[in-house]
């Protein structure tokens, strides 16, 4: 009975079941009795722990509601403890609020969430900077939006990843290289994309795209790239890394696909066959893949678009041992509608492990595909929980 009453989170006011007790016992024992199994089915459902420990991760996951005062709060809610026998859990708000309670003033749970403000505010900002001829001034994006220039900065940072100025600077760059991919000129390229002098396109391309324009357009030419092949405890692994940084780090059953792999996304690169030096970066690379959550201290030559950057810096930040859904990502990256590009930016990322799209699961948990095998990706998973 006590558990039925915890489950149908009765709303404050409505009759406790059975009050009129049954058979031999008084009311008083009915009572006692219900509220203390009442109290451990609550302290044995996980969600308890949670909101001991006002866990903001959780919030968002659930609301729990307290029958004495009629008010549901978020898991992280700063109010005083509830008696665990008088605490019932809801989805959501909506829940909540169908079976009788009212909002808690403290922690509005049925207010969007300062996370999901603030994305909503930098996705609204990145549209503005998208679609500008010229980019906005700091100001300019922040009035726009309503927030001071200094606090705005700060959060489109903690979002993105990158500064205003950054993601703009990005933005036109991934138009330059998509228009490079099929201009007649590097020249024309330039001023379609909207820089007013090549001189400064030049300046700043080679740290956008690893590599001058034209050899970016030639697919690497005269850009030299080492590479070493080896074994870890997930098959075969092939690391390669320009002057900028690690470009590429793939896994696989077979070496020589892996290189043929390498050889077809750089047709006309110098490849170079890894020597000494270069043997020492493969052993640290290989020992942080058998330990992720050693971190890995080495500069990536990330090529990409701006929206895919974004992508590869949110998935940095997943700490190993947890994981995210395609949905997450887009909520994090501020496109919340975009979860199919989150899944493109994912399936196209170069460089295993370092930048950890096997920490990016379906939307209900379940493993969905991986680049380098999804027995690959199970395997790193079972690995960083276990750590
Ligand atoms: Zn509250």
């Known amino acids: 009975m006590a558990q039925a009453l915890h489950e149908n989170a009765l709303p404050p006011n409505a009759p406790a079941r059975n009050a009129t007790g049954a058979g031999t016992e008084t009311k008083a024992e009915t009572k006692a009795g219900r509220a203390a199994a009442a ?7 996980p969600r308890w722990q949670k909101v001991v420990a006002r866990d903001r991760a959780a919030d968002g996951d659930f609301v729990y509601a307290v029958r004495t005062t009629g008010v549901y709060c978020r898991p992280s809610c700063a109010a005083r403890p509830a008696k665990p026998e008088n605490v019932a859990f809801f989805a959501g708000p909506a829940e909540a609020e169908a079976a009788g309670f009212r909002a808690c003033r403290r922690c509005t749970p049925n207010a969007a969430s300062l996370a999901e403000q603030h994305a909503a505010t930098v ?16 100001k300019a994006l922040a009035g726009s939006v309503g927030m001071s220039p200094y606090h705005f900065h700060r ?31 590097v020249t024309e390229a330039i001023y379609d994309a909207g820089f007013h002098s090549s001189g400064r396109f030049y300046a700043t391309s080679n740290a956008v795209l690893g590599m001058t324009p034209t050899a970016y357009r030639a697919g690497g030419v005269d850009t030299d790239i080492r590479f070493a092949l080896a074994q870890c405890s997930l098959g075969a692994i092939l690391v390669a890394a320009s002057d900028r940084g690690i470009c590429a780090i793939s896994l696989g059953d077979d070496p020589d ?38 971190g890995l201290d080495l500069p990536l030559d990330v090529r990409g678009t701006a929206f895919q950057q974004r992508v590869w810096q949110a998935l940095r930040a997943i700490p190993a041992g947890e994981t995210a859904s395609y949905r997450d990502i887009a909520e994090r990256i501020g ?25 990016v699961v379906r939307n209900d948990g379940a493993l969905s595909g991986y680049r380098w095998g999804v027995e690959r990706k199970r395997a790193l998973l079972e690995k960083e929980a276990q750590a």
């Open 335 to 359: 496109a919340p509608t975009a979860m199919r590009a989150v899944a493109g930016a994912c399936a196209a990322n170069a460089i295993a492990v370092a930048i950890p799209c096997h920490r």
């Open 39 to 45: 109290a451990r089915a609550v302290e044995r459902d």
């Open 257 to 294: 696909a892996l290189a043929r792999e390498l050889q077809d996304r750089f047709p006309n690169a110098n490849l170079i066959g890894g020597d000494a030096e270069f043997e020492a970066l493969v052993a640290r690379v290989v020992g942080f893949v058998e330990a992720p959550q050693l």
């Open 155 to 185: 959060v489109f940072k903690a979002v993105t990843g990158l500064t205003p100025k950054a993601y703009a600077t990005a933005h036109r760059d991934s138009r330059a290289k998509t228009e490079l991919a099929r201009a007649g000129s």
């Open 123 to 138: 996705a609204k900002a990145c549209r503005a900077i998208e679609t500008a001829e010229a980019m906005p001034s700091l």
